[in-house]
């Protein structure tokens, strides 16, 4: 060990002994930026970029059981994603699957999938499918996979699901209009039953939200961080954590 990694160590080991657990967020959503800039600082390809940040993932969530999150929200790609070449897309999507097939072996976590499954390839949905079904028991944090995810998508699909199930209980129209409200579109939202996000954190330097949860986080810190993801480090997200804590949050009172 160098002196540098000493340093860092001894540092993280302060920021985590003055953390408060009582102040942690019970839900944080992870916008996973930056894989490709890594690779290319790093005079890699893109490819190497997205595994190397995939593998950064089960990190993370060790991080976040250390400190009692609860739910964790990962976008690991988007429906603009999806417009990608081929030559780029069929690697990164190979790359999630092993991820989530690594994530659902693990044991320690439950899965499940947020987004469009009917916009994804056939192997991508069974691979989705599969770790959600495998790990529906497990205790552990709960991780979502945004996989296939937009921020106005889901709301789309949220009132579609809404509409239908309306519909066939006969309601009107009219009488949809009259009582719909809030709760009536969360409760057809991908992340159904969970909390909304606590915190959002940003990797890469990005300050803006991308269409990431645009419903969920109406009421959520933000912590946007210059470190590219690839390169996030354990003292990255406890920084973000004594941020988050340092914040009064009022919800508009």
């Known amino acids: ?36 800039r890594w690779a290319k600082a790093s005079g890699g390809t893109p490819e190497q970029g997205h595994k190397a940040g995939a593998s950064k993932i089960q990190e993370l ?53 947020v987004g469009t499954l009917d916009l994804l390839p056939a192997r991508t949905q069974a691979v989705l499918k599969e770790a959600e079904e495998s790990t529906r028991d497990h205790t552990g944090i709960l991780v979502n996979v945004a996989v296939g995810y937009g921020g106005r998508q889901e709301i789309a699909d949220a009132v579609r699901s809404l509409l239908l199930e309306h519909a066939r209980k006969g309601t009107s129209f009219e009488e949809l209009a009259e009582i719909v409200d809030v709760e009536h579109i969360s409760e057809h939202l991908y992340t159904r039953g969970q909390p909304d996000p606590d915190l959002v ?23 946007f961080c210059e470190v590219h993801w ?21 919800y508009g009172t």
């Open 1 to 36: 060990m160098n002196l540098r990694d000493l340093v860092y160590r001894l540092y993280a080991r302060r920021v985590e002994g003055r953390l408060d657990h009582a102040q942690v967020p019970k839900h944080i959503g992870v916008i996973l930026d930056g894989n490709r």
């Open 61 to 113: 969530l060790g991080w976040c059981a250390e400190t009692d999150v609860e739910v964790v929200t990962l976008w690991m790609l988007s429906t603009d994603n999806l417009n990608r070449p081929e030559e780029q897309l069929v690697p990164l999507l190979g790359i999630i699957e092993n991820a989530v097939r690594d994530l659902a072996a693990d044991g320690r976590w439950r899965v499940h999938h």
């Open 201 to 223: 954190i940003r990797t890469s330097g990005e300050q803006r939200l991308s269409g990431f949860m645009l419903w969920q986080s109406a009421h959520s810190e933000y912590y």
């Open 230 to 250: 690839p390169a996030f480090r354990k003292v990255d997200f406890l920084r973000a954590l004594r941020d988050y804590a340092a914040r009064h949050r009022r």
